[in-house]
């Protein structure tokens, strides 16, 4: 009787399954149709997942070129030798006009000859944050053979100081200005074309003391003569027995220009003592004074109103003193004497002095122009037409801070000027060729090759574009002047202070040292500044 029910059972099933698996047709229906409505996401997903492949693969990309790049810099190729046929290009210094003229002249058409008293290019806009120990010195640096070994022709590189330049011979004489000398250390340096961009040196306006007491802040000793000099007089002010007159002499530290570089100083100075003095030097570091002097009526007068008003309260807040229409007389030992705005006469007490105002001729650069003394008649530089030739001569050609332009001397100047001489010559060998084509041309070519030997002829000026100005002002804040459509974008504040990070890595000729510079900053915001005495 048990085994009937079993067998009942059995057989049932299958009309249980026949009518579940009609209902199941309505089901699969409907899920099919619930399928399709759920289905339609999919597209966004996809969307989502290329976006998450294309970041993996931009830096998977990225890390390769990174490398690659660094690979690369690292392993230069076979140069071409000196071609006697070509003609011969002398450049004069290593700044920022002589650097960007090496880095884009086509070594195919020219050999190439540079003479400078140092072996390197120097990243200026950040020299105040190597005299605090911001950024290393040798983060700033770049060896000029690790660019002219990058070019296809060899490129020779003399580490000498040109103290004489002959235009009618067209012969330098360079001397060996290193504290090892040899058997030769002067020589002669013949060229077919001259570049000359030695920049210009610091100006004391025949100020008593300045050179003898002052520190200047345009190299990299200068930098770490500061560096040097700020830490002895801390330690000095710490020294048991000193007066409390003393101490305060020691520790007030005055900066002479209010331009960029002066500004910049004392707020790197003034993050110096906010972030690592107070912590290792408590007893000190509520004494140490920081003093702008400046003989215009503003700082930074090169900048809108408002960020000029900017810079001056964030001073105040930061207990920066400035004194402007305040004329430096005579720099002594260990105080200076001013002119201030009223007329009367000032004593100013300092423990250190950064001199950080005005620009002069070089010595080769004066004596150039008592050479030519019918066409050099401009006294603050080299006179240059609109194609940087110097007045007088035709194979010289002179840029940046040597010369007596409309334009301010800055690097940027300095570089756009080196750019557009590259293309220049590029545009005269170019000539040439069209020349030499020309008179081997048949009588149907000429027509054609004449054009072309025309528009080659036609040179454009050089034509300055302004970028804009930035400048930082200390407590992670900076500001920024910008032409923006008919007029200026002028900010101030946090977010500036990150633009104006990026757009000075971003302006540093190589990886390498943009990656240095990037490191600099992280261990400086980790770990702090480096209090010691180099």
């Not at 050999?111 to 140092?118: A, C, K, M, Q």
């Not at 002895?232 to 007066?243: H, K, L, M, V």
Request: overall charge neutral; aromatic content about 8%; glycine content about 6%.
């Amino acid at each position: 009787m048990n085994s009937i029910p079993r067998v009942l059972a059995v057989v049932s099933r299958p009309a249980t399954l026949r009518v579940l698996s009609s209902t199941q047709r309505v089901g699969v229906a409907k899920l099919r149709n619930l399928s399709t409505a759920v289905e339609a996401p999919r597209s966004s997903y996809s969307k989502w997942r290329f976006v998450k492949n294309s970041v993996k693969f931009g830096l998977v990309a990225g890390v390769v070129y990174s490398g690659y790049s660094m690979w690369d810099s690292r392993h230069p190729p076979v140069q071409k030798s000196h071609d006697p046929t070509k003609k011969t290009i002398v450049v004069l210094g290593s700044g920022w006009a002589s650097t960007s003229f090496l880095k884009a002249i086509d070594t195919e058409e020219y050999n190439v000859v540079v003479v400078s008293p140092r072996n390197y290019f120097l990243f200026t806009p950040l020299l105040p944050s190597c005299t605090v120990g911001t950024v290393d010195v040798r983060s700033l640096v770049e060896p000029i053979r690790f660019i002219t070994r990058h070019k296809s022709r060899d490129v020779k590189v003399y580490e000498a100081e040109c103290t004489n330049i002959d235009p009618e011979k067209k012969v330098l004489t360079i001397v060996d200005n290193s504290d090892i000398k040899g058997e030769s250390s002067v020589s002669t340096v013949p060229f077919d074309y001259l570049v000359i961009g030695v920049g210009a040196q610091n100006q004391t306006f025949n100020i008593k003391g300045v050179e003898e007491y002052g520190c200047f802040l345009k190299e990299v000793w200068d930098a770490q003569k500061i560096r040097t000099k700020l830490m002895d007089c801390i330690e000095t002010a710490a020294f048991p027995g000193q007066s409390q007159e003393e101490i305060e002499r020691l520790l007030h530290m005055v900066v002479v220009g209010g331009g960029p570089t002066g500004v910049e100083y004392a707020a790197e100075l003034h993050d110096f003592l906010v972030d690592d003095l107070t912590t290792w030097y408590p007893e000190l570091a509520g004494k140490i004074k920081i003093t702008l002097v400046e003989a215009l009526p503003n700082v930074l007068p090169a900048f809108s109103k408002q960020l000029i008003d900017y810079t001056e309260s964030t001073f105040k807040e930061q207990n920066i003193t400035i004194h402007t229409k305040t004329m430096v007389k005579e720099v002594r030992e260990k105080d200076i004497v001013v002119k201030k705005s009223d007329g009367t006469d000032d004593s100013i007490p300092y423990g250190l002095l950064v001199w950080a105002t005005g620009n002069t001729m070089r010595p080769v650069i004066r004596d150039l122009m008592n050479k030519l003394p019918e066409t050099q008649t401009v006294r603050r530089g080299l006179s240059v037409d609109d194609w940087l030739r110097l007045q007088g001569s035709e194979d010289i050609f002179a840029l940046g801070d040597a010369t007596a332009t409309k334009y301010a001397p800055t690097a940027q100047v300095a570089a756009q000027q080196g750019k557009y001489l590259a293309r220049v010559f590029a545009q005269l060998a170019n000539s040439e060729k069209l020349e030499q084509e020309l008179q081997v041309a048949t009588e149907e070519e000429k027509a054609k090759k004449l054009r072309r030997y025309q528009k080659s002829q036609d040179i454009q000026p050089f034509q300055y574009s302004h970028q804009g100005s930035l400048c930082y002002v200390g407590s992670d804040k900076a500001i920024a002047d910008l032409p923006f459509a008919q007029g200026n974008l002028s900010s101030g504040g946090v977010a500036t202070f990150a633009f104006w990070r990026s757009a000075y890595v971003s302006n540093i000729f190589s990886g390498r040292n943009r990656w240095l510079v990037v490191t600099d900053w992280t261990k400086k915001t980790l770990l702090g500044r480096d209090i010691s005495r180099e």
